[in-house]
């Protein structure tokens, strides 16, 4: 998919988003019994959307870790999403990304895929990446071979022993290690690179498989201030190219990145805008920013 039709999706969200406040049209559900095939090719964004949630809920043991959850991201957008502890951050991601069923709710990838008809990974392999908390490279490994590595994931043993990698899976390696600014330590062990290196790295990985959709857990939390700048300016330059998501606690940090910020409360969306209107929000206040 290119940069351009990634622009063009989020433009038409948002036009869309301006005609119907609140509620979103859910025109591709039913759209997608009549393509069940789709999983293996493109993502269908006609309708805008990349990422559609509705109405999901989630409970554990009697607790709604999940609550009636509406929420889309357009293609090629940044979106953050911020809130307290236990407001249900993670639990959505784990949802999306097939590791937590929902007890109701629709999640689709774009408006023909319908995600809670995969596994976990037949959703990692349909172009949803995700990065966890923790940084989890092979550390005895190099950066050279953490990437290489990062293209074997989805085949077989036998497959892996004879992959090698070819001039398209190169330049892509060569592409990624520019992007995460490891171009200059290809060979070091990933175990000596500093924590924030070990998270770009961790990140290139899932860039090696071309995610559609990249979903960042606190990808921040422990990196020093210039790291955190550096990240910073990556995920603007993925923007655009793939759609993220990124939970984080670090203000400044979403400051920096944030077109649109969805606050979670309780499991459900207790606002949503830019981060001006969300910190103004006398409810975010109450129950987030106030603290
Ligand atoms: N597998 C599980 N079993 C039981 N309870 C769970 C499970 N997963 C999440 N929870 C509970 O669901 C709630 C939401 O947790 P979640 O981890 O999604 O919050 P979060 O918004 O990511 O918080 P944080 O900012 O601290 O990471 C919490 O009360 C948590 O204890
Ligand atoms: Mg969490």
Same mark, same amino acid.
């Given at each position: 998919m290119t940069p351009d039709l990634f622009e063009e999706g989020a433009r038409r969200v948002q036009a869309h988003q301006r005609e119907l406040p609140g509620k979103t049209a859910s025109g591709g559900r039913s759209a997608a019994f009549g393509h069940?095939?789709?999983?293996?090719?493109?993502?269908?964004?006609?309708?805008?959307?990349i990422l559609y949630l509705e109405d999901v809920s989630v409970s554990f043991d009697g607790f709604k870790?999940?609550?009636?959850l509406s929420l889309d991201v357009a293609p090629g957008e940044l979106r953050c999403i911020i809130g307290p502890n236990g407001a249900g951050k993670t639990t959505m991601m784990d949802i999306i990304t097939g590791k937590t069923r929902p007890d109701e709710g629709t999640v689709f990838f774009?408006?023909?895929?319908?995600?809670?008809?995969?596994?976990e990974a037949e959703i990692a392999g349909m172009g949803v990446g995700r990065k966890f908390q923790k940084p989890t490279v092979?550390?005895?490994?190099?950066v050279f071979e953490n990437l290489e590595l990062a293209l074997k994931t989805d085949k077989g043993v036998k497959a892996s022993m004879l992959f090698r990698l070819d001039s398209a899976n190169c330049d892509r390696l060569a592409d990624v290690l520019h992007t995460i600014a490891l171009a200059d330590s290809v060979?070091?062990? @990933? +175990?000596?690179?500093s924590h924030g290196q070990k998270q770009w790295l961790e990140i290139g990985m899932l860039l090696m498989q071309d995610p559609k959709l990249l979903l960042l857990d606190?990808?921040? @939390? +422990?990196?020093t201030d210039e790291e955190t700048e550096r990240t910073a300016e990556l995920f603007l330059e993925l923007k655009g190219r793939h759609s993220l998501m990124v939970v984080e606690h670090d203000m400044s940090f979403i400051k920096r990145i944030s077109e649109i910020v969805t606050v979670l409360h309780e499991g459900s969306v207790l606002a949503q805008g830019t981060l001006e209107q969300v910190q103004n929000d006398e409810r975010v206040i109450e129950v987030y920013l106030g603290r």
């Open positions: 069940p095939a789709a999983a293996a090719g493109e993502v269908d964004v006609t309708h805008g959307r870790a999940i609550n009636k774009g408006s023909t895929i319908d995600l809670l008809r995969y596994t092979f550390e005895r490994l190099t060979t070091r062990m @990933a +175990g000596n690179l606190e990808p921040v @939390a +422990g990196m």
